[in-house]
């Protein structure tokens, strides 16, 4: 039986042939991300934000403004309501009131029965309190997690390779979280300990597909010692093509049936890394690769550490 192959031997892809439109894109959508996520801030959930959520889910499609509006005569406070993940789940974020959990669990219980009254059928599905203090930590902590992490894997890549990899591997990790903060600003999900979760992964498996792709340039750059730079760099790539693409369709595959009937509560779980491994994937290939170019890598480059390596007795 003939196996099937994603990506046929012999492949030469001309990759470096579009860097730089790829930089240049990648340069607008980057500061677009970034800019309108400052303008327009994120949809921060209850973890990062304190106050209370409810998920509610009704048998037929209904009308956000409709049901902004119900929670709105209320008079709760500044409530929020957005769908999540479909026309028939909704999630209701209302600030924590005074008085401590027992105010908190009042609320909740009028909440619920006037959503049951207004919209027979309706299910709460469930409801989530969490204080300010609480949730400043968690903001806190999450950002930090996210940084440290960051910086400890260039860290790691320019002490295991060169600092050029090190430099490359920071600048598409930023790449790959500015697009995805950029893609939550735009659409408004709410960004929860879960997207968190999700951030961290992305950080992860970008890596692990830049880890993979470097190394390979690393030997060839030893291997090829006469072969220009752009060249070398296409062949590498194209020797890792069939491994990144492989990996990555089956990840994706994986999300996708997450995204599309999976319980909605890990919903921003799935679409942030389903997004993140599409962007890392791409970024691994048009940004960590041409970087090295940009930082005058040549195959020569580290003949002298070479040199160096072959000198040592075995």
Known sequence: MKLLKLVPEGTNLDFMRWRNLAL????????????????????????????????VSFQQPIDVEQLRSRVDAMHLGDAG??????????????????????????????????????????????????????????AGSSATAIALA????????????????????LLTLAHDISMTLGFFAFTRLPVDLNVVAAFLTIVGYSLNDTVVIYDRIREDLRKYRRMAILPLINLSLNETLARTVVTSLTVLIALGVLMLIGPEVIFGL?????????????????????????????????????????????
Request: aromatic share 10%; charged share 15%; glycine share 10%.
């Open 150 to 169: 960051m910086v400890g894997i260039a860290l790691y890549i320019w002490f295991r390779f060169e600092w050029q990899f090190g430099v490359g591997a």
């Open 270 to 314: 799935a679409i942030a890394i389903f997004l993140g491994v599409l962007i890392g994937t791409y970024s691994s290939i048009y940004i960590s690769a041409p970087v090295l170019v940009w930082l005058g890598v040549k195959p020569d480059s580290f003949l002298k550490t070479d040199k160096e390596d072959a000198a040592q007795p075995a």
């Open 24 to 55: 240049i894109l990648s340069l607008i959508a980057t500061v677009t991300s970034i800019g309108y996520t400052v303008y327009k801030g994120l949809n921060l959930g209850v973890d990062f934000v304190g106050g209370q959520l409810i998920r």
């Open 81 to 138: 309501v957005s769908s999540f993940g479909g026309p028939k789940s909704f999630q209701i974020r209302l600030p924590k009131p005074p008085g401590g959990d027992a105010a908190a669990n009042s609320v909740a219980t009028r909440v619920k029965q006037e959503i049951t009254k207004d919209y027979p059928g309706a299910k709460i599905e469930s409801v989530d309190t969490v204080s300010g203090k609480v949730s400043e930590e968690l």
